[in-house]
């Protein structure tokens, strides 16, 4: 699959960029494992806007975030990790444009996940966990673990982008294997808050999140989700970082977590034996601002889970 390359950026090959690492731009750094049995890391773009709640054109997300990768370096310095030592695949992109989405995501995932140590699934609003949770557990969520990294429960009635935790449950996944970060005060209805402790999900709240610290949260969690026999799903709604840092983000509030501490998530979450997926969600591209903040925070927690990936 070509992808774009900007013209201009300087070309070093001791600088090898990121974004090569997803395929040969004439100049690939990483591993591109097209034909492999296995491999590292496969990404799935998942272009989903359609039912979102917010007017969104999240699905222009996954293309604009390969292209943020080319902005970056396959270097990570804290863990002296090169992410080109990984295999790759690009799996490309699946279009919310009629009913089938929901079936191809399905089909695509059942390919992927005997493939790939990790899944990295490009939003896409965040109606997209529930057809990316029920392709990676073959549609038995019973066999499922999910932490949800996120403002907003998700747990709303009918069918959005602010419902796909409530789908999956009703589909068989257990609510107390759930583990919801970063919950935040007037985010949520009281309804709703019934509803998740009706469900049995542990929550953990923006304020708790500051408190205990994203290691102790996070290790929380996946103790809670690790007994899941079909692998635990991480899914990272971008919305909870602070409306500051992530302007692309339309139910994002002032207050939330920052870009560190949900970069160091994905790092964490990337890291356990027990993730197999994680997804990128809720980011609207077109509405970002000029210097791509949201954009390029989104490609930076591919490359933090990948660097997790690269720990086990």
């Not at 808050?193 to 500051?210: K, N, P, S, Y």
């Not at 635990?232 to 840092?245: E, H, I, K, N, S």
Request: one cysteine or more; a negative charge.
């Amino acid at each position: 699959m070509a992808r774009p390359n900007l013209p201009n950026l300087p070309k070093d090959p001791n600088w090898p960029r990121a974004g090569h690492l997803l395929g040969d731009m004439g100049h690939n750094t990483g591993v591109t494992a097209k034909g492999a049995a296995v491999v590292d890391v496969a990404v799935l773009g998942l272009a989903a806007s359609r039912r979102s709640i917010s007017p969104t054109q999240a699905h222009t997300t996954p293309g604009a975030i390969r292209e943020a990768l080319l902005r970056m370096s396959t270097w990570c310095w804290d863990h002296e990790v090169d992410l080109g030592a990984l295999t790759w695949l690009d799996a490309g992109d699946i279009a919310d444009i009629d009913d089938t989405f929901d079936s191809a995501v399905d089909a695509t995932l059942v390919g992927l996940a005997p493939r790939a140590r990790l899944i990295l699934a490009l939003g896409g609003d965040n109606s997209i966990t529930r057809a990316v949770g029920l392709g990676l557990w073959q549609q038995d969520p019973s066999r499922g673990g999910l932490i949800t990294v996120d403002a907003h429960h998700d747990l709303r009635d009918g069918r959005s982008n602010g419902s796909p935790v409530r789908e999956l449950i009703e589909a068989g996944l257990p609510g107390e294997r759930v583990v919801q970060i970063g919950i935040a005060s007037f985010a949520n209805s009281p309804a709703y808050a019934a509803r998740a402790r009706e469900l049995g999900i542990t929550v953990i709240t923006r304020d708790q999140v500051q408190r205990r610290g994203v290691d102790d949260v996070m290790a929380q969690a996946l103790e809670i989700t690790a007994a899941a026999p079909g692998g635990v799903y991480v899914d990272l709604d971008v919305d909870v970082c602070d409306r500051a840092v992530v302007p692309a983000c339309p139910a994002a509030l002032p207050g939330g977590i920052s870009a560190w501490e949900l970069r160091r998530l994905a790092y964490l979450a990337g890291a356990s034996p027990f993730v197999r997926c994680l997804d990128i969600t809720e980011v609207d591209a077109a509405a970002d601002s000029p210097d791509q903040r949201t954009v390029r925070l989104a490609a930076l927690l591919m490359l933090e889970a990948a660097c997790g990936l690269a720990s086990r």
